[in-house]
């Protein structure tokens, strides 16, 4: 099923779009699922569309894994119960990212998007 979340990106932040997306579509296909990397890509996306966009300064891969750290606060992936399941010190390891730099990142996102807990946007819908 395909995702209904928009994944259009100003031209001006598409490089940088491709460089996260890359970094979270790796991470996913290895550690998560189609899923997660649907929304990934729809959390980029809606940060290049932000202006200023906070995607604009930093580097990619803190970026990335600050959009995976976001989601998986939202949908409790650290959850032993969960399916999938990985610690956020594990998803930071991988991106080789510090767990303070990767919960600031997150923080910022979550700012930004105005996310919450029960938010259906960046809920995975499983």
Same mark, same amino acid.
């Given at each position: 099923?395909?995702?209904?979340?928009?994944? @259009?990106?100003?031209?001006? /932040?598409?490089?940088?779009?491709?460089?996260?997306?890359?970094?979270?579509?790796?991470?996913?296909?290895?550690?998560?699922?189609?899923?997660?990397?649907?929304?990934?890509?729809?959390? &980029? *996306? &809606?940060?290049?569309?932000?202006?200023?966009?906070?995607? &604009? @300064?930093?580097? *990619?891969?803190?970026?990335?894994?600050?959009?995976?750290? &976001?989601?998986?606060?939202?949908?409790?992936?650290?959850?032993?119960? @969960?399916?999938?399941?990985?610690?956020?010190?594990?998803?930071c390891i991988a991106f080789d990212v510090g767990q303070s730099t990767a919960s600031a990142k997150a923080k910022?996102? @979550?700012?930004?998007?105005?996310?919450?807990? /029960?938010?259906?946007?960046?809920?995975?819908?499983?």
């Amino acid at each position: 099923m395909k995702s209904s979340r928009s994944t @259009s990106v100003p031209k001006a /932040m598409q490089a940088t779009y491709a460089a996260v997306v890359a970094l979270t579509d790796a991470f996913c296909r290895d550690h998560l699922n189609e899923e997660y990397r649907d929304l990934a890509r729809a959390m &980029a *996306a &809606a940060l290049c569309r932000k202006r200023p966009s906070p995607l &604009a @300064s930093g580097q *990619a891969r803190t970026w990335a894994c600050g959009i995976i750290y &976001a989601l998986g606060q939202l949908n409790c992936l650290s959850d032993k119960a @969960s399916k999938p399941h990985i610690t956020m010190a594990e998803v930071c390891i991988a991106f080789d990212v510090g767990q303070s730099t990767a919960s600031a990142k997150a923080k910022v996102i @979550s700012d930004a998007l105005r996310t919450n807990r /029960m938010d259906p946007t960046w809920m995975l819908r499983s």
